[in-house]
């Protein structure tokens, strides 16, 4: 699947900045979002997850929108299952710190759809893993690290139950743990699923939207 080019990334942002409903998530937001869609351990329903980008609003969605929304959830499932999946270009820590947790920032924006998107199944898997295995310990601090950027207030709770004393010190930490961290993503999820035994080795991984749909 080909990636969208840069002219059709620039029209979808500026659609979904200036022409979709009100809070509908940023581009860079839906990436995050999708990320952690596809890494379900069950597939998630397109009509289940979609009117969420729009904030429940998706009935007046041009065809050409929902089309590059398809392009961009299958070239993100081909990255997270084949090619490695690395963050955005342009999610980035700054060094003024408090920056990265301000709406429009590409780092808190991503956080924030993976936030909206890992709701999905986190809470269940939690319930059901082995609360002193590694693999929940795993799953525990990828979502914690993932999400750290979504919400300046629970930042600040991390840090203080991490004993830390300085969010600005502790957080290009949780950035560079995002980093190493999502290419093994979609592992550590597949992992932490086995352990619920809510799941079967073969559960499919990564349907993609036109599977989704059915």
Same mark, same amino acid.
């Given at each position: 699947m080909h990636a969208l080019t840069n002219e059709q990334e620039q029209q979808l942002a500026s659609w979904l900045l200036d022409k979709a409903p009100s809070k509908?998530?940023?581009l860079t937001a839906v990436k995050g979002y999708l990320f952690a869609i596809i890494a379900s351990p069950d597939p998630i329903d397109v009509n289940q997850w979609l009117p969420l980008i729009f904030n429940n609003q998706p009935d007046e969605?041009?065809?050409?929108?929902?089309?590059?929304?398809?392009?961009?959830?299958?070239c993100i499932s081909d990255d997270v299952f084949e090619n490695g999946y690395?963050?955005?270009?342009?999610v980035e820590c700054s060094e003024m710190v408090?920056?990265?947790?301000?709406?429009?920032?590409?780092l808190h924006e991503w956080?924030?759809?993976?936030?909206?998107?890992?709701?999905?199944?986190?809470?269940? #898997?939690?319930?059901?893993?082995?609360? @002193?295995? =590694? /693999?929940?310990?795993s799953f525990s601090l990828?979502? #914690?690290?993932?999400?750290?950027?979504? @919400?300046? =207030? /629970?930042a600040q709770e991390i840090v203080d139950q991490q004993d830390q004393?300085?969010?600005?010190?502790?957080?290009?930490?949780?950035?560079?743990?995002?980093?190493?961290?999502?290419p093994d993503y979609a592992q550590i999820v597949e992992q932490a699923a086995l352990s619920t035994g809510l799941y079967d080795s073969e559960t499919e991984e990564d349907a993609q939207w036109g599977d989704s749909e059915e």
């Open positions: 509908t998530l940023s969605i041009p065809d050409e929108i929902t089309l590059a929304l398809a392009q961009l959830y299958n690395k963050l955005p270009p342009t408090e920056a990265n947790f301000l709406s429009g920032h590409p956080s924030l759809g993976f936030a909206c998107g890992v709701n999905f199944y986190s809470q269940q #898997m939690f319930d059901h893993m082995p609360s @002193d295995s =590694e /693999i929940n310990e990828a979502v #914690m690290a993932m999400t750290y950027f979504a @919400d300046r =207030e /629970i004393t300085n969010i600005n010190l502790f957080s290009p930490v949780m950035f560079q743990m995002i980093v190493d961290l999502v």
